[in-house]
């Protein structure tokens, strides 16, 4: 954005003697500001914003908000008085989205959340200005300074919406007011918070809340759990695997490129992605439904998605240096993905010996020792070898220990042993996969096998 810090005062129902600012983006963070945002000082448990106002004023802030009941407000620096300074970023956004003509699209569900959105952005990319959500900041936070990051000549804004309860994604959804909204799929990310997949459910349909009323919803059509919520709404289109969905997908192939496949039903004809997996296939039907309201032809479609570019991390392909192939899906598991990605696996026929390398699966709730037992229905005798690591894996271990005949260790809290066996086991034939919750950086056992870092394939 870029406005007069009077505008903002306005967007802000407040009233001020500055004059002449250019606020150009917003910043809840020193070390991130961008010379001419407005900073935004938060006040949390440990951390008081309004200490660094000074700094970021230093630093190239064209002004600061600063919270009518906070003390020692300095009075030689640029300052805007507002009750509540997370209340005043989100009508600042709010306002600002009221002002953009661009196409807004909402995405929401338990996984894949990340991959709909950048695969929706590159297909879009190359014939629209495309700006969509940067990292995570899909929150009550993230998403209004998403917003307020958007160029004013923007075509089309893709906005990822996270939730860690219910009337979150509503609250995020009103505030964004797509044009298009997708759900990826329902799955048990949450499940401490929610207490069960029909919660979970009701609360990622939330996003049709501030669905424009010319507005679509693109949804997991495979999915029950959404079914109930559909006979009432007119404004939903389907997509996934079985043959009663808007949009199907059939005959997906892995490749050491990626992944080849037909769809038919509103469209029929074949695609390929660089990107391997068959949920990362379900995510593209997503966004080949959002081309295709856009005017895309399937040509443009075919060739756009051929250069697709997801965010690290998610089902990436890393070449080892000792010619073993990872596949690092370390961002993030829970049981739907990570049975996903167990299913590739164990059906892929890239190389001749295959291992996995899985994490804790976190935020499961009561249910979490049932979840990792139950994993071991997806592990065959196919796999060359299994490493689990963290706590919970031990349940998963204790599972397979009796019956499964390759090389199988667990590691509790040191990649060391891990990483070990992988070294003295895996050559140019071996194909890893590599999958966990994100707070078990298993990234970090990928790393002794490549030359300064990842080499993306």
Known sequence: ???????????????????????????????????????????????????YVRSAIELGAAASLWQRDEPGAPEDLPLLYVDDCEAALQEMARAYRDELSALVIGITGSNGKTSTKDLVASVLKPYFKVQKTPGNFNNELGLPLTILSLDEDTKVAVLEMGMSGKGQIEFLSELARP????????????????????????????????????????????????????????????????????????????????????????????????????????????????????GLSEEQIRKSLKDAALTDMRMQMVQAENGAMFINDAYNAAPSSMNAALNFIRETTMKEKKWVVLGDMLELGDDEQTYHEALSQYISGSLTGVCLYGPRMKWLYDKLQPDYSG????????????????????????????????GMALENIIEPFTNQGEKHV
């Open 407 to 438: 090389k199988l260790l667990w590691s509790e809290n040191d990649y060391g042993p891990i990483i070990g066996l992988l070294k003295k086991y895996t050559n140019k034939d071996s194909v890893i996969l590599v999958k966990g919750s994100r």
């Open 179 to 294: 044009d298009y909204a997708i759900i990826t799929n329902i799955g048990e990310a949450h499940l401490q918070d929610l207490g069960s997949r029909e919660a979970i459910a009701e609360a990622k349909f939330e996003i049709t809340a501030g669905l424009q009323q010319h507005g679509k919803l693109f949804y997991d059509g495979d999915e029950p759990l959404l079914q109930p919520f559909m006979e009432d709404f007119p404004q939903g289109v389907s997509f996934g695997f079985d043959d009663n969905n808007e949009l199907t997908v059939t005959d997906i192939k892995a490749t050491e490129n990626g992944s080849s496949f037909m769809v038919s039903g509103i469209i029929d004809a074949a695609f390929t992605i660089p990107v391997l997996g068959e949920h990362q296939v379900k995510n593209t039907l997503a966004a080949i439904l959002i081309a295709l309201e856009a």
């Open 1 to 51: 954005m870029k406005k007069k810090i009077e505008q903002v005062a306005k967007w802000l129902n407040i009233k001020t003697n500055l004059k002449g600012f250019d606020i150009t983006g917003a910043s809840i963070n020193t070390r991130t500001l961008k010379p001419g945002d407005l900073f935004i000082p938060f006040r949390g448990e440990n951390v008081n914003g309004h200490k």
